[in-house]
């Protein structure tokens, strides 16, 4: 038995399902998780010493590869000064600065540990802020997993969703709207109906969770200007998408400006930082200054903000997003042509360091025509690249990661795997 296979077995006596978050199981894709022992620039190793390129980066934080020498430098030298104090320290004061300096809709900002707390604290804040109850999300976005999120649309356009997760009863999800991503007219009658009780619009500006798909124009906008006319929040969460689609995040690349904005990932460089940040007078609602309750025992803990801080200063450098855009393009690129060459209904799309790889014609744009892709070739080209030492995101609904450290030698190779195994499908 394979070393994955046999720690997978035992894993799974003592951790339910084997892991610590679902999608690391391989149910969607079958076959055994790679349990990883090291991993250094674009690559990781398994624990049968299999080295594969990385295209998960930890789903998004390893913008800079794995390991960078100088973020390992910084967390080896903050751990060493403590670990956690439970009291306020000055890295705290500098990477609120730097997220306010770089992100212009943020003028203050708390930390957390999560996506989860950054998304659950601004719905929290919105409603404090607002008096009001109800919010939107959109199908096929993901927040996080607090109660309130874990909902997918009812049966009708207006109706309340239905909890996607056992344990959660239907009254806590009663405010929970869920509307189709891209389609702005369902977001108008949900206003015209609901209009006074909407807190707050929650949203992926370029969704990377049911796999990577682009507002069409006009979509953001309408939606700034629907919250605007009704005195509602317009939240973006930008965990994934932070200083990933580029240095400003959505917001920078489309000028829209939401009220809130949700940060993780990256801003952590591998380790555990969330953030949500705004407006002041929106942000001063939150305790103690005001009546919103938010806190954490490890928020802002200093070796994670040490890591935050110094993938931030490395992020500044001049071109790294030109850099690293040109070569998530390549990538998806040649997986096109590839993919054209093989006969294979295939299409890709890219921003900033994210890419999105679709078994299907073209690039789809709602979560409906994403969920029409063929599941079944996707599998067999996951599985067919895991043999030749490429590893995909294990299901057919994430977005892909390039960190800067992929360069062109390591596109080639994935190119060239791909070119094989595209021919098998
Ligand atoms: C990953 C993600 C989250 C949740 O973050 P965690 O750190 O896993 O809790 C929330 N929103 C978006 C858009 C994400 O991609």
């Known amino acids: ?120 604290s601004a719905i929290r804040l919105a409603r404090g802020f607002t008096g009001r109850p109800k919010i939107i999300k959109f199908e096929g976005c993901y927040h996080g997993h607090a109660d309130s999120l874990l909902v997918k649309a009812g049966s ?26 891209n389609r702005l007219d369902a977001v108008e009658a949900a206003f ?33 200007e629907l919250c605007t006319k009704h005195r509602a929040l317009l939240i973006f969460d930008e965990v994934m998408t932070g200083f990933r689609a580029g240095p400003q995040g959505v917001q920078g690349l489309t000028g829209v400006t939401p009220d809130i904005t949700t940060l993780a990932k990256v801003i952590g460089g591998g380790m555990p930082v969330g953030a949500f940040g705004g407006r002041a007078d929106i942000m001063d609602h939150i305790a103690p200054l005001g009546g919103v309750y938010q806190a954490g025992t490890l928020s802002g803990n200093p070796v994670a903000v040490a890591a935050g801080l ?51 014609e073209t690039v789809p744009t709602t979560f409906e025509e994403v969920s029409a892709s063929n599941i079944e070739q996707f ?4 599985h067919g690249m895991l043999s030749q030492g490429i590893y995909f995101a294990p299901s057919a609904f994430e977005a892909g990661f390039v960190s800067s450290t992929h360069d062109d030698a390591v596109i080639q190779a994935t190119l060239d795997a791909a070119e094989s195994v595209f021919k098998t499908l």
Not at 160 to 172: C, D, I, L, R, Y
């Open 1 to 120: 038995m394979s070393r994955n296979a046999s720690l997978f077995e035992r894993a799974s006596q003592t951790i339910p399902g084997g892991v610590n978050s679902p999608v690391r199981a391989f149910r969607s894709v079958g076959g055994t998780p790679r349990f990883i022992k090291r991993a250094q620039g674009p690559y990781v190793w398994d624990a049968d010493d299999t080295r594969y390129i990385d295209y998960v980066g930890s789903w998004g934080p390893a913008i800079l590869g794995h390991a960078h020498p100088e973020i390992v430098r910084v967390v080896q030298e903050a751990a060493v000064g403590g670990l956690s104090f439970g009291a306020p320290t000055e890295g705290e004061i500098e990477i609120a600065e730097t997220l306010a300096a770089r992100i212009p809709s943020i003028e203050k900002v708390r930390l957390v540990s999560s996506g989860t707390e950054a998304t659950m």
């Open 156 to 181: 009708g356009m207006l109706t309340f969703g239905n909890p996607t997760s056992a344990g959660v009863p239907s009254e806590f999800i009663q405010h929970t709207l869920v509307l189709d991503f």
């Open 192 to 224: 015209n109906e609901f209009g006074d009780q909407i807190a707050c619009i929650i949203i992926e500006p370029i969704a990377g969770n049911m796999n990577l798909v682009k507002p069409v124009p006009g979509f953001l906008e309408g939606l700034r």
């Open 310 to 360: 110094a993938t931030l200063r490395l992020l500044a450098e001049e071109g790294f997003y030109d850099k690293l855009a040109a070569q998530t393009a390549k990538l998806a690129q040649g997986l096109s042509e590839r993919a054209a060459a093989a006969n294979v209904p295939f299409s890709a799309d890219h921003v900033g360091g994210m890419f999105g790889i679709y078994f299907r």
């Open 379 to 382: 599998k067999k080209f996951f």
